[in-house]
Protein backbone atom coordinates (compact mmCIF):
# COMPACT_ATOMS: atom_id res chain seq x y z
CA UNK A 1 0.00 0.00 0.00
CA UNK A 2 2.64 2.20 1.30
CA UNK A 3 4.47 1.87 -2.12
CA UNK A 4 1.37 2.11 -4.48
CA UNK A 5 0.83 5.96 -2.55
CA UNK A 6 4.15 6.99 -3.56
CA UNK A 7 3.73 5.48 -7.10
CA UNK A 8 0.03 7.52 -7.26
CA UNK A 9 1.59 10.53 -5.93
CA UNK A 10 4.13 10.82 -9.00
CA UNK A 11 2.70 9.59 -11.58
CA UNK A 12 -0.20 12.12 -10.96
CA UNK A 13 0.54 14.91 -9.17
CA UNK A 14 -1.86 16.86 -7.66
CA UNK A 15 -4.40 13.87 -7.53
CA UNK A 16 -6.39 13.17 -4.49
CA UNK A 17 -6.02 9.29 -3.52
CA UNK A 18 -9.08 7.64 -2.17
CA UNK A 19 -9.50 4.02 -0.40
CA UNK A 20 -12.69 2.17 -1.58
CA UNK A 21 -15.08 1.97 1.69
CA UNK A 22 -16.00 -1.54 1.13
CA UNK A 23 -12.50 -2.82 1.20
CA UNK A 24 -11.89 -1.15 4.30
CA UNK A 25 -14.97 -2.58 6.24
CA UNK A 26 -14.17 -5.85 4.92
CA UNK A 27 -10.33 -5.53 6.61
CA UNK A 28 -12.66 -4.18 9.85
CA UNK A 29 -15.00 -6.94 9.71
CA UNK A 30 -12.26 -9.72 9.67
CA UNK A 31 -10.16 -7.92 12.64
CA UNK A 32 -13.31 -7.37 14.54
CA UNK A 33 -15.94 -9.27 13.62
CA UNK A 34 -18.81 -6.76 13.84
CA UNK A 35 -21.18 -6.09 11.67
CA UNK A 36 -23.05 -3.08 13.21
CA UNK A 37 -19.48 -1.18 13.66
CA UNK A 38 -18.93 -1.57 9.74
CA UNK A 39 -22.32 -0.01 9.08
CA UNK A 40 -21.33 2.87 11.75
CA UNK A 41 -17.92 3.08 9.87
CA UNK A 42 -19.99 3.85 6.93
CA UNK A 43 -22.25 6.46 8.13
CA UNK A 44 -18.91 8.31 9.24
CA UNK A 45 -17.12 7.65 5.81
CA UNK A 46 -20.94 8.72 3.71
CA UNK A 47 -21.77 11.62 6.28
CA UNK A 48 -21.84 15.09 4.14
CA UNK A 49 -21.55 17.33 7.50
CA UNK A 50 -19.16 17.77 9.76
CA UNK A 51 -21.17 17.01 12.62
CA UNK A 52 -22.73 13.98 11.06
CA UNK A 53 -19.19 12.39 10.57
CA UNK A 54 -18.62 13.07 14.44
CA UNK A 55 -21.73 11.79 15.68
CA UNK A 56 -20.54 8.28 14.03
CA UNK A 57 -17.09 7.92 15.03
CA UNK A 58 -18.20 8.85 18.51
CA UNK A 59 -20.66 6.40 18.71
CA UNK A 60 -17.98 3.93 16.98
CA UNK A 61 -16.15 4.93 20.02
CA UNK A 62 -18.73 4.35 22.79
CA UNK A 63 -18.96 0.47 21.31
CA UNK A 64 -15.55 -0.33 20.52
CA UNK A 65 -12.71 2.17 21.18
CA UNK A 66 -9.79 -0.33 19.61
CA UNK A 67 -12.23 0.16 16.44
CA UNK A 68 -12.28 3.39 17.06
CA UNK A 69 -8.61 3.58 17.44
CA UNK A 70 -7.82 1.29 14.07
CA UNK A 71 -9.82 3.68 11.78
CA UNK A 72 -7.93 6.72 13.13
CA UNK A 73 -4.92 5.24 12.04
CA UNK A 74 -6.21 5.55 8.12
CA UNK A 75 -5.67 9.17 7.40
CA UNK A 76 -9.60 10.44 7.11
CA UNK A 77 -9.27 12.64 4.00
CA UNK A 78 -8.55 9.07 2.04
CA UNK A 79 -12.07 7.78 3.05
CA UNK A 80 -14.11 10.33 4.72
CA UNK A 81 -16.68 12.58 2.04
CA UNK A 82 -16.16 15.22 4.38
CA UNK A 83 -12.56 15.15 4.68
CA UNK A 84 -11.73 14.66 1.28
CA UNK A 85 -9.76 17.21 -0.84
CA UNK A 86 -10.72 16.45 -4.22
CA UNK A 87 -14.42 15.42 -5.68
CA UNK A 88 -15.24 12.09 -5.80
CA UNK A 89 -18.96 12.62 -6.41
CA UNK A 90 -20.31 10.47 -3.08
CA UNK A 91 -18.59 7.27 -5.30
CA UNK A 92 -16.92 5.68 -1.71
CA UNK A 93 -16.18 2.00 -3.56
CA UNK A 94 -14.27 0.91 -6.45
CA UNK A 95 -16.91 -0.91 -7.64
CA UNK A 96 -16.53 0.73 -11.30
CA UNK A 97 -12.63 -0.52 -10.89
CA UNK A 98 -13.69 -4.18 -10.21
CA UNK A 99 -15.99 -4.18 -13.36
CA UNK A 100 -13.14 -3.33 -15.28
CA UNK A 101 -11.02 -5.92 -13.58
CA UNK A 102 -13.99 -8.41 -14.83
CA UNK A 103 -13.65 -7.52 -18.72
CA UNK A 104 -9.95 -8.22 -18.26
CA UNK A 105 -10.21 -11.55 -17.04
CA UNK A 106 -9.65 -13.72 -19.76
CA UNK A 107 -6.50 -11.60 -20.68
CA UNK A 108 -4.47 -12.21 -17.34
CA UNK A 109 -2.91 -15.03 -19.02
CA UNK A 110 -1.69 -13.32 -22.27
CA UNK A 111 2.49 -11.96 -22.29
CA UNK A 112 2.57 -8.55 -21.36
CA UNK A 113 3.06 -6.95 -24.24
CA UNK A 114 -0.57 -8.42 -25.76
CA UNK A 115 -1.91 -7.65 -22.00
CA UNK A 116 -1.10 -4.06 -22.40
CA UNK A 117 -2.68 -3.77 -26.34
CA UNK A 118 -5.80 -6.06 -25.15
CA UNK A 119 -6.59 -3.22 -22.10
CA UNK A 120 -6.39 -0.66 -24.87
CA UNK A 121 -8.42 -1.82 -27.23
CA UNK A 122 -11.23 -2.27 -24.33
CA UNK A 123 -10.66 1.39 -22.95
CA UNK A 124 -10.81 1.96 -26.73
CA UNK A 125 -13.91 0.35 -27.64
CA UNK A 126 -15.65 1.59 -24.34
CA UNK A 127 -14.57 5.24 -25.32
CA UNK A 128 -16.10 4.69 -28.70
CA UNK A 129 -19.04 3.48 -27.68
CA UNK A 130 -19.52 6.57 -25.41
CA UNK A 131 -18.54 8.64 -27.42
CA UNK A 132 -21.56 7.51 -29.85
CA UNK A 133 -24.32 7.43 -27.15
CA UNK A 134 -23.21 11.37 -26.04
CA UNK A 135 -23.72 12.12 -29.50
CA UNK A 136 -27.30 11.82 -29.61
CA UNK A 137 -28.00 13.76 -26.21
CA UNK A 138 -29.59 17.03 -26.55
CA UNK A 139 -29.24 17.84 -22.83
CA UNK A 140 -26.33 19.85 -21.36
CA UNK A 141 -25.38 17.00 -18.78
CA UNK A 142 -25.52 13.20 -19.08
CA UNK A 143 -29.07 11.60 -18.57
CA UNK A 144 -28.03 11.02 -14.80
CA UNK A 145 -26.86 14.24 -13.97
CA UNK A 146 -30.42 15.91 -15.54
CA UNK A 147 -32.12 13.16 -13.34
CA UNK A 148 -30.62 14.49 -10.39
CA UNK A 149 -31.12 18.26 -11.14
CA UNK A 150 -34.55 17.85 -11.80
CA UNK A 151 -34.79 16.03 -8.22
CA UNK A 152 -33.21 19.05 -6.88
CA UNK A 153 -35.72 21.17 -8.44
CA UNK A 154 -38.40 19.60 -6.96
CA UNK A 155 -36.94 19.58 -3.17
CA UNK A 156 -35.96 23.24 -3.80
CA UNK A 157 -39.77 24.36 -4.33
CA UNK A 158 -40.17 23.28 -1.26
CA UNK A 159 -38.09 25.56 0.10
CA UNK A 160 -37.87 29.28 1.17
CA UNK A 161 -35.01 31.38 -0.02
CA UNK A 162 -33.56 34.43 1.52
CA UNK A 163 -30.79 36.82 0.18
CA UNK A 164 -27.69 37.45 2.93
CA UNK A 165 -25.16 39.29 0.25
CA UNK A 166 -24.56 39.01 -2.99
CA UNK A 167 -23.83 35.44 -3.72
CA UNK A 168 -24.62 34.34 0.33
CA UNK A 169 -28.18 32.94 0.80
CA UNK A 170 -30.31 30.78 3.80
CA UNK A 171 -32.55 28.86 2.90
CA UNK A 172 -35.33 27.83 4.91
CA UNK A 173 -37.35 24.36 5.29
CA UNK A 174 -39.68 23.07 7.79
CA UNK A 175 -36.85 21.15 9.87
CA UNK A 176 -33.46 23.37 8.42
CA UNK A 177 -31.99 26.28 7.63
CA UNK A 178 -29.36 25.80 5.33
CA UNK A 179 -26.54 28.28 4.12
CA UNK A 180 -25.73 28.59 0.58
CA UNK A 181 -22.88 30.76 -1.37
CA UNK A 182 -23.13 30.03 -5.04
CA UNK A 183 -19.49 31.63 -5.82
CA UNK A 184 -17.64 29.13 -3.86
CA UNK A 185 -20.67 26.60 -4.99
CA UNK A 186 -20.97 24.97 -1.12
CA UNK A 187 -24.37 24.51 0.84
CA UNK A 188 -24.33 23.72 4.20
CA UNK A 189 -26.26 20.57 3.53
CA UNK A 190 -22.82 19.20 1.67
CA UNK A 191 -24.37 17.56 -1.36
CA UNK A 192 -23.86 21.16 -3.62
CA UNK A 193 -19.43 20.79 -3.34
CA UNK A 194 -20.19 16.98 -2.95
CA UNK A 195 -21.90 15.80 -6.11
CA UNK A 196 -20.30 19.43 -8.11
CA UNK A 197 -24.23 19.90 -9.15
CA UNK A 198 -26.24 22.21 -7.25
CA UNK A 199 -28.63 20.18 -4.20
CA UNK A 200 -32.27 21.58 -4.02
CA UNK A 201 -31.16 24.58 -1.60
CA UNK A 202 -28.80 26.27 -4.03
CA UNK A 203 -31.39 25.65 -6.48
CA UNK A 204 -34.19 27.75 -4.40
CA UNK A 205 -31.69 30.31 -3.88
CA UNK A 206 -30.83 30.79 -7.57
CA UNK A 207 -34.49 31.04 -8.60
CA UNK A 208 -34.77 34.41 -6.50
CA UNK A 209 -32.72 35.94 -9.22
CA UNK A 210 -33.24 33.21 -12.24
CA UNK A 211 -29.43 32.01 -12.11
CA UNK A 212 -29.18 29.46 -14.74
CA UNK A 213 -28.67 25.88 -12.94
CA UNK A 214 -26.33 25.14 -15.71
CA UNK A 215 -23.41 27.29 -14.81
CA UNK A 216 -23.19 25.91 -11.38
CA UNK A 217 -22.60 22.30 -12.05
CA UNK A 218 -19.06 21.58 -11.92
CA UNK A 219 -17.19 21.33 -15.03
ZN1 LIG B 1 -28.04 22.02 0.15
Known amino acids: MKGLLRVVAEALPGSYHSYGIRHLNA ?31 ELIKAKNEKVEKWISEIPKENWANVHFKGARWNVLTTNA ?21 HTRWKVQDFFQFRRKAGATWKTHLTHRAEKWLDRSCSFG ?8 SWNEYEVLSST ?24 GHAIAAMGLNKLDRYKYCQD
Open 157 to 164: SKFLPRTC
Open 27 to 57: NLLKTFKSQKLCKLFSRAAYALRESDHKEAM
Open 176 to 199: HTNSVDLEKKTCMCGLFQTMGLPC
Open 97 to 117: AECFNNVLKDARELPIAALVD
